[in-house]
């Protein structure tokens, strides 16, 4: 995962998204729950692979049940765009409750553009967490 991020940024190595995307796929496969949700955005948006919509969703829930917060928001994400709002927001209450600060600040304006208005609803429990956080 961390050699995964620095290519991915080109922090202290040669940018190489390829092999980014090959260590994130390594660590999901072990298990790695934050590197599920990073695969699922490069199979998501076909970044240096070809884009896999199934593949993508799947990672994002099992990112979700390992516990990384960014990947309950992605698989959140994926279920309001089903329909399944319900269960959608179950996951957005999750990431709330176990997101960290520079996450609520993104995830906050993020919800805010929602089309649902349940999940616009929760932009403020967002807003109310990162400020208990800061």
């Known amino acids: 995962y961390n050699l995964a991020n620095l290519l991915a940024t080109g922090r202290g190595v040669a940018l190489d998204h390829g092999l980014a995307l090959a260590c994130y796929r390594r660590a999901a496969q072990m298990g790695h729950a ?61 990431a709330l409750e176990g997101g960290n600060a520079n996450f609520l600040r993104v995830a906050g304006p993020a919800l805010e ?6 999940i616009r609803a929760m932009a403020g429990a967002y807003k109310e967490r990162l400020a208990e956080l800061v």
């Open 34 to 94: 934050k590197s599920m949700n990073l695969l699922g955005r490069y199979m998501e948006e076909g970044l240096h692979c070809q884009a896999n919509l199934p593949a993508a969703r799947e990672w994002y829930r099992r990112s979700a049940e390992g516990g990384d917060f960014r990947g309950q928001f992605s698989h959140a994400a994926v279920l309001a765009a089903q329909g399944e709002l319900d269960e959608a927001l179950k996951w957005l209450q999750v």
């Open 113 to 118: 553009q929602a089309v649902q208005p349940e």
